[in-house]
Structure formats: C-alpha cells, structure tokens
C-alpha cells in the first residue's frame, strides 16, 4: 500500500481473508488447491504466483476475483462449467490482470468521488463470501478495465502455450447457458444483461467477438486445451459440484451443463447426475428414464455409492418397494458413513 486509500483496502480485505480462511465453504482438498495453483503459476510465473493466496469456495455460481492485497477465491460453479485447463486459465488470466493493473483501487477512488467509499468498504471485503458477487454487481469495473483485463489474461494465456481461442469459448457457453435456463423458465434471456449469476463477468456478444479477434492476432498454440489434465484434476469434484448445481432448481442450466460435460462420452458419473436431474424434475416418464440412467451408470462399471441411492430411490417411486429396498441396502453398504444414512435407513425399512 502506498497511500490512506491502498491502506484502507488492505485492511479491509486483510480482515475479510481472516474470515474467509476459517470458514467452512474454503475447499481445502490439497489435490485440487494445488492443480488450480499450478495454473495460475503457469500464467504468472513462480515469482509472482508465490505471494497469491488461493481459496477455492464451494458455491455453484460462476464467478472469481482477486482482492487488492493477493488474494485470490474461485468459486466451484466457474470449474464446473469451465471446460479444459485453458478456459480456465482464461478466466484467471483476465482476474490477476485485474489485481496487476490496480484496477480495484482505481475503482475505489472513483467511486470515493462519489461518496459512496463506505458503501465500497462495506461490501468489497472477502469476509462473507457473498459480499464478492454483491460488490461487483454494485460497483462493477469499467468497460475499458474489462477490455484491459480480457486482453491482459489472454496474453498471459498465450504467454503459457494454451490456446487462446478457449477464451471466448468461455463466454459463449455462458450465453448458451443463459439461453437454456430462459427456455425452461419461459422468459427471455438475460445474456446481454448484466445482471443474475454472472453479473460480474456479464457474457455480452460484444465481449465475446472482442475475445475472437484477440485470439486471431494472439494464438497461442492450437489445440493447447490440458483437457486430460483438466478432467483429471476435476474427475473427484464434479459429481459434489454438479450436485450443488441442481440444488440452484436451474434446470434448463444443469440441462446444458450436463450435456456439455458428456460430450466425450457418458461416464458412470455422468449417467449418475443425468440420473439425479430426471428424478429431481420428475415429470412425464422422467423417474423411470432416471433409473434407466442409474442402471446404466452401474453396468458401466460406476463405484459411485449414490447410484444405488438414486436407483433405489426411484424404484420406490415407481412403486417396486423390493427393488428399491435392496438398492437403499446396497448404498448404506458401500456408504456406512454416508450423512444421510438415518433416513435412507429408515426408508429402506419402510419398504418391508
């Protein structure tokens, strides 16, 4: 800090980070801090990357951010929907651009000029969590920092050997997404709104096409993706975040996120969540296509112990008590532990 403004911030966020480290939605799985500390490092260099603090937070909204003093917090909504290691990489890019040019201090001052710096204060800090999406919804960067901090995280991208052209690919699945949730909703889509899930990083077509034209002139190296490396690393998590996903009763989203996580195939957990939204939603023939879905998941080889809950579950509903009894049985086996083990248990007696 290098006047009473920078000051201010840091202790502001210094305070809230205190908070953040204890609370209990900080992801603290070694693997997968590391792989996403490992792509950053790739972006910025050993150098620069050793002061950052990262804290992954399980929230399913798409969203990231970096505060003034280092800190860094990625939301597990933005690793559920973004696809490879170089979408990724796109969108941590375009953070830290943000953080090396100052941009929330120059925000901060703006918006002093306007006597709203205790507004700013109160909502800027990492301490609760929802305060980052509130505060960039309220106080977003400018469109000229957006254009700097797109253009910054692609050269960083470029720099790194990915391949640039993901970067848009980023924002044009988030308007697919938008679309997709608008269609099911019966209302019109808020892609080109600023506003929603994604108010901080709004996916405009402009955007998107600006990103387009960067990647031709800067391409990095093609084909560049870490796509294996990418579903390694996220292979654990993504049933846990697609999870939280139908949790957000977002279906026409979880729709489109689904299809787009199977576009190299259908895995067992993949059939497992397909299986868990068609039960959710439960309309039509939807409970007996979602234990169709779980079956498959298993005849494929699936260790997943929510397969037998989720087929057992349906079987209830399709009225066959055995079937389902047998398969709630068969989950609280494999899942002794299982934070829900009371009531399958007793809904597994019921079916006597």
């Known amino acids: 800090p290098v006047d009473k403004d920078e000051r201010g911030l840091w202790m502001d966020t210094e305070e809230g980070e205190r908070q953040l480290k204890a609370s209990q939605q900080v992801i603290r799985d070694p693997a997968l801090n590391a792989y996403v500390r490992k792509v950053l490092c790739n972006l910025v260099g050993p150098g620069k990357c050793a002061s950052i603090r990262l804290y992954i937070v399980r929230t399913p909204d798409f969203n990231a951010s970096m505060a003034v003093n280092g800190a860094m917090v990625v939301y597990s909504g933005l690793l559920l929907r973004t696809q490879n290691e170089a979408q990724l990489a796109a969108v941590l890019g375009h953070e830290y651009t943000h953080f090396a040019g100052h941009h929330g201090l120059r925000m901060f001052r703006q918006v002093k000029e306007k006597s709203a710096a205790a507004a700013w204060l109160a909502f800027t800090g990492i301490g609760l969590i929802a305060s980052f999406s509130m505060a960039a919804s309220l106080f977003s960067y400018s469109r000229d920092m957006e254009r700097e901090a797109d253009s910054g995280g692609l050269a ?197």
């Open 156 to 352: 960083l991208m470029a720099a790194a050997g990915y391949d640039t052209r993901e970067a848009s690919k980023v924002w044009e699945q988030l308007r697919a997404e938008m679309d997709a949730t608008a269609a099911v909703r019966n209302t019109k889509s808020r892609k080109d709104k600023n506003g929603g899930i994604f108010a901080t990083h709004p996916p405009t077509a402009e955007r998107v096409a600006n990103l387009a034209q960067m990647a031709t002139a800067n391409p990095g190296i093609a084909g560049a993706t870490g796509l294996d490396s990418y579903s390694a690393a996220m292979g654990h998590w993504w049933p846990v975040f697609f999870d939280d996903q139908l949790k957000r009763n977002d279906l026409g989203a979880s729709d489109y996120l689904l299809a787009a996580l199977a576009q190299q195939g259908w895995s067992p957990w993949l059939l497992y969540a397909r299986g868990e939204l068609y039960r959710r939603r439960a309309l039509g023939n939807d409970i007996a296509d979602a234990e169709k879905f779980y079956s498959q998941g298993i005849e494929a080889g699936g260790e997943l112990p929510e397969l037998w809950r989720g087929r057992g579950l349906a079987r209830l509903k399709l009225e066959r008590p055995e079937d389902g009894k047998t398969d709630l049985n068969e989950y609280l086996r494999r899942s002794p532990d299982a934070v829900d083990k009371a009531m399958i248990a007793m809904m597994a007696g019921e079916t006597r």
